[in-house]
């Protein structure tokens, strides 16, 4: 059997399920195919928020699943709306990339060095705001496109520095563009940032004889860990209801003994910040449940403490 994965086709959403399909091969001896599919967000130039939020690139991607044309879809977990779409489920999450942001700037600049009135290119309102609280005398620019085409703004003299994923540079092979790592304990990335979400048919996960094969594939890229911790930011997106291209950010962690959730949320011209904490212990029973919990409870303080009325956030 082979197991045919749907992806977008920039060549980060190939580099991204090339490695999982690499993955599940070589973990369980499974062929697999690559299925490009073309998507609105990948032909559209208009800005995300405009569009809708990066969900954009995700509806085509499901419709084709749904189609049965392919077995299982690779998406960028960051991208993926919180919202349950009838007829399919997360089937695994494999280990996470790098979640931090990365600044791509000229003359090896960090954001402190960058002068003032710098030209600084991302296309997230969440990167904007963040990047404005910390350097209000800089300006920054709406961009689209793919990783290769933004690092371009920077080379051609364009902009002085753009602000990308880390996960997207390292996946692509372009991290000797980075000049500066942004830490998840002040800047944290977008809710399961560096994440990839492997999507199916729920029906696939029943007990079909056919599906044996796709299901022993999920299991065996899954990452316990990694899936609790995107769970709870995402969990903090959901209650917020706001959408993917939201200024707020969110990182969480499995330390020893608990599960540890950073969120933040951001005034869009970067005037204002709040960021709280919460942590649980690790329970015994289903622990995406209590990632799921930990997600919404910091929500709840989140709310409570003005986050409405800091940011838009539907």
């Not at 001896?29 to 995700?58: K, N, Q, Y």
């Not at 790098?98 to 710098?118: K, N």
């Not at 316990?224 to 769970?231: D, F, S």
Request: charge should be negative.
């Amino acid at each position: 059997m082979t197991l045919l994965i749907g992806t977008r086709g920039s060549a980060l959403a190939l580099a991204q399920a090339g490695d999982i399909a690499n993955l599940i091969t070589r973990v369980t001896g499974t062929a697999t195919r690559l299925v490009p599919v073309t998507t609105h967000g990948d032909i559209s130039r208009e800005s995300l928020a405009s569009l809708g939020g990066t969900g954009v690139f995700a509806s085509a991607l499901r419709e084709f699943m749904l189609r049965g044309e392919c077995d299982l879809v690779v998406h960028s977990l960051k991208d993926l709306p919180t919202a349950a779409y009838p007829g399919l489920s997360i089937g695994a999450i494999p280990a996470r990339a790098d979640a931090r942001d990365a600044l791509c700037a000229r003359d090896g600049l960090t954001l402190d060095t960058l002068p003032a009135g710098a030209r600084v290119g991302t296309g997230s309102p969440r990167r904007a705001a963040q990047v404005r609280e910390r350097r209000p005398d800089i300006e920054v620019l709406d961009i689209r496109g793919n990783v290769d085409t933004r690092l371009g703004f920077v080379s051609s003299g364009e902009m002085d520095a753009v602000v990308l994923a880390a996960a997207g540079l390292g996946r692509l092979g372009r991290t000797a563009a980075i000049t500066e790592y942004f830490e998840l304990d002040v800047w944290p990335g977008a809710p399961a940032q560096g994440a990839l979400g492997i999507e199916v048919r729920t029906e696939s996960l029943g007990g079909d004889p056919a599906s044996a094969s796709l299901r022993a594939a999920l299991a065996a890229i899954e990452d316990t860990g990694a899936h609790a911790a995107a769970v709870a930011e995402r969990a903090v997106l959901a209650r917020l209801e706001a959408g993917c291209a939201a200024p707020i950010g969110a990182h969480a962690e499995v330390r020893e003994s608990s599960l540890f959730l950073r969120a933040a949320v951001y005034a869009p011209d970067g005037s204002e910040r709040l960021i709280l904490d919460r942590e649980s212990a690790l329970p015994v029973a289903d622990l995406h449940v209590a990632a799921f919990a930990l997600g919404r409870a910091l929500a709840e303080d989140l709310l409570a403490a003005g986050a409405d009325r800091i940011a838009p956030l539907n």
